[in-house]
């Protein structure tokens, strides 16, 4: 499996995992930080990047990336709720 695999089944609600990026089908991690949730219908990913100002690594900027291509929406990371 790679990690748009794991992407995609996120964006359908199904559990996969590679070494370092899993889900549930709801919440979606890059090694243990949690870069997407299920809310209301919409897969939201919060922008861990350079770009979006909240670097974290390049493993998980890679993550994002994938991620953002089966998102509703990318928010930034402030946005995230606990």
Do not use: Q
């Not at 994002?64 to 995230?80: G, Q």
């Amino acid at each position: 499996m790679k990690n748009e695999d794991v992407a995609n089944a996120w964006a359908n609600n199904r559990i996969a995992s590679t070494k370092n990026m899993k889900t549930d089908g709801s919440n979606l991690y890059s090694y243990n930080l949690l870069i997407g949730i299920s809310k209301a219908g919409e897969k939201i990913v919060f922008n861990y990047t350079a770009k979006g100002g909240y670097f974290e690594s390049a493993t998980t900027s890679h993550h994002i990336s994938h991620a953002r291509k089966v998102a509703s929406v990318v928010v930034c990371p402030s946005e995230k709720k606990n």
